[in-house]
């Protein structure tokens, strides 16, 4: 019996790797999301509009595949 147990058990360990990978990574993204987001705004008393504090040189995409935000320019009127 027990033998049947832990090689049952043997066999489990890479799906719970890969299952506690996957969760770990997404409950890191939607932290990622809730925290750095311009979308997201926590405090609406001393920052209601954070979008409108970026800069164009701040990346706020998790990926940018062609784009250069070092060399971007102003192209929006200040608030």
Do not use: C, H, M
């Not at 890969?18 to 969760?23: D, M």
């Not at 925290?35 to 998790?62: C, I």
């Amino acid at each position: 019996y027990f033998s049947f147990l832990f090689s049952l058990s043997l066999q489990l360990i890479p799906l719970i790797g890969f299952i506690s990978v996957g969760l770990g990574s997404a409950v890191l993204y939607l932290l990622r999301l809730a925290l750095y987001s311009p979308d997201v705004s926590w405090d609406r008393k001393n920052n209601p509009e954070p979008w409108n504090k970026l800069s164009p040189t701040d990346q706020y995409k998790f990926l940018a595949v062609s784009t250069d935000y070092k060399n971007l320019k102003k192209d929006r009127p200040s608030f």
